[in-house]
């Protein structure tokens, strides 16, 4: 399964931008998704997860009320949509298919990564 990871960019804080991963294929419509996130000189970190199907939603505390997680079953496509960014969100963001079909923070859960979508808020 590939991963592609879009949406990224240099947004003012306040603003809003929205994340895309797309699975190559079918693999992963049965299968939880999750976004995590690197800042320069941090560890990776969650950041939001969803279930295959759209049921359960996770959400790192930093992000609740601001990101939203969604996804489109159809095109195995799932998104984030980040509201009222802040500059402690700039980080590269990545995409994750999980081994099972819950939504989960934990990364050793997560089978496949796509590449990161860099996303800098400025203050």
């Known amino acids: 399964v590939q991963l592609q990871a879009s949406g990224g960019g240099l947004v003012q804080a306040g603003g809003s931008l929205r994340l895309s991963c797309a699975a190559s294929?079918?693999?992963?419509?049965?299968?939880?998704v999750g976004w995590f996130r690197q800042a320069p000189g941090k560890e990776r970190e969650f950041v939001a997860a969803?279930?295959?199907?759209?049921?359960?939603?996770l959400y790192a505390d930093s992000v609740k009320g601001r990101f939203t997680i969604s996804r489109a079953r159809a095109n195995y496509t799932v998104f984030l949509q980040m509201n009222n960014l802040k500059p402690e969100d700039t980080a590269a963001y990545y995409c994750?298919?999980?081994?099972?079909?819950?939504?989960?923070?934990?990364?050793?859960?997560?089978?496949?990564w796509g590449q990161g979508t860099l996303v800098t808020v400025s203050s």
């Open positions: 969803i279930s295959w199907n759209g049921g359960d939603s």
């Open positions: 994750a298919v999980a081994r099972s079909s819950a939504a989960t923070a934990n990364a050793e859960w997560y089978r496949y």
């Open positions: 294929r079918r693999t992963g419509s049965n299968n939880g």
